[in-house]
């Protein structure tokens, strides 16, 4: 029981770490930053509302550094609970390997399958989901991401944003494409 207790503490005293550090999930990550991506992070993508961004750079840049760097500080102020990351199938393995080596963020990775039982975007381990997006854009995942019991979630990334095209025809009408939609929804 003391064990418990002792595990509960430290829990609750590390959630109040970015008060004393204000780079604090770069202590608790198994990383060190280059400098453009602890200016990205800390001065500029803490500081505003959390309504939506961009985070673009050129190939290579560490943007999944800056993403993870970020989703870690948010954990860890508890503003976050629920996290959805959708990428192209190549990037899925990379994404969650990145997550846990680098911030001991334990994402599941959600396939097809997954969904023929239960629906894995209600429960337990429905908080850290990454899923590729044409995985995501099947009827079957999509339908259970969009019953009614699944709590929204809190942030949701996009990688390959670029990827989720819309475009104005010459009779003016915006055409989407079914992943813009997918990302839109």
């Known amino acids: 029981q003391p064990e418990v207790v002792k595990v509960l503490a430290e829990g609750e005293r590390l959630s ?8 604090f999930a770069t202590e608790i990550s198994s990383i060190d930053p280059l400098p453009h991506q602890t200016i990205a992070v800390y001065d500029h993508m803490l500081k505003q509302a959390r309504l939506r961004f961009l985070l673009a750079d050129d190939a290579g840049a560490g943007k ?3 993403s993870g760097l970020y ?9 976050l609970r629920r ?11 990379n994404w969650r390997r990145e ?8 994402f599941r ?5 997954d969904v023929r039982q239960d629906n894995p975007f209600v429960g337990e381990n429905s908080d850290l989901i990454i899923v590729s997006v044409d ?8 339908s259970r991401l969009a019953e009614a019991q699944v709590l929204p979630y809190d942030l ?3 990688d390959e944003a670029h990827k989720l095209a819309a475009d104005r025809g010459s009779d003016m009408r915006v055409r989407k494409t079914d992943r813009y939609c997918l990302a839109e929804a």
């Not at 990775?109 to 399958?113: H, R």
């Open 83 to 93: 996290i959805l990351i959708v990428t192209p199938a190549g990037l899925v393995s």
């Open 99 to 106: 997550l846990l080596t680098l911030f001991n963020m334990p």
């Open 135 to 142: 995985t995501l854009a099947s009827l079957r995942v999509f």
């Open 109 to 113: 990775v959600l396939s097809g399958l």
């Open 156 to 158: 949701v990334i996009f």
């Open 71 to 79: 989703l870690r500080e948010m954990l860890s102020r508890r503003l």
């Open 64 to 66: 999944t550094i800056m």
């Open 16 to 23: 109040f770490g970015h008060l004393a550090n204000p780079v």
